[in-house]
């Protein structure tokens, strides 16, 4: 498949990720709620969004207006520390004002195709997200859309993941057709073990990451340190 987003894909090299990502979440959330009266944010998993959720509470915002999804989440018991929502209400969530009804969470506990279904109804009538965010794995994985499988070329909103290559094996994600659908992407790169990943994004192989392409483009802040052997 070729890469299709390569041209609107934007790299901000940037050491100052949690920084930078916690300035555009505030940009993106003040504009949608000025525009539109709400803000649809998906949430990725990973210790540098961990570190973005714990800043995120500082914002001065109308959170009642805010509305909270996720990418993709492990089929693990609702308070297994391996939960990307646990870990999101841990460091953020469960202190904030965000109405409860407000916070979309999968429940995968559920088992991946019954998740699956439930995280669909709950998506329907659903139209763009405002901003959706992501990471990279070092096989080039994003949400839970892992290579070799084809997940990301789901027509559904929604997949079940069966025998990812990491632990554990079943898993929910949005597909990315689902996570295209936003008025902005922002993916979160750090650590030198993304390094073999970025390259081949930006070399336009079709890493499962790069098959997400919203209509006004991906942006993605990246450690200098992932970017060195293209210097």
């Known amino acids: ?27 993106f959330a003040e504009h949608a709620l000025r525009e539109r009266g709400a803000f649809h944010l998906v949430l ?14 500082t914002l001065e915002t109308d959170w009642s207006n805010w509305h909270i999804w996720f990418g993709d989440e ?21 202190n904030s004002p965000i109405p409860t009804g407000q916070i979309h969470v999968m429940h995968a506990e559920l088992g991946a195709e019954a998740a699956a279904v439930e995280y669909a109804g709950q998506l329907r009538g659903m139209g763009e997200f405002d901003l959706v965010l992501l990471g ?19 027509i559904t909103d929604v997949v079940a993941v069966r025998n ?3 632990p554990p094996e079943d898993r929910v994600s949005l597909s990315a057709r689902r996570l295209s659908n936003s008025k902005h992407v922002l993916f979160l790169v750090s650590g030198a073990g993304k390094r073999d990943a970025v390259s081949a994004w930006r070399r ?28």
């Not at 890469?3 to 555009?24: F, K, M, P, Q, Y």
């Open 74 to 94: 492990r089929c693990l018991p609702p308070a297994d520390e391996e939960r990307n929502s646990r870990m999101a209400y841990t460091a953020w969530l469960q």
């Open 44 to 57: 990725a998993g990973g210790n540098t969004p961990r570190a973005l959720y714990r800043r995120l509470a």
């Open 164 to 166: 990812a290559p990491k």
């Open 1 to 27: 498949m070729e890469n299709g987003c390569l041209v609107s894909t934007r790299w901000h090299v940037t050491d100052r990720i949690v920084d930078e990502a916690l300035d555009l979440v505030a940009q």
């Open 136 to 154: 990279l794995g070092e096989d080039g994985h994003t949400a839970s859309l892992f290579p070799g499988q084809g997940s990301e070329f789901a």
């Open 204 to 231: 336009g192989e079709a890493i499962p990451a790069a098959a997400i392409c919203s209509p006004a483009g991906v942006d993605v802040l990246v450690e200098a340190v992932c970017m060195e052997e293209l210097a």
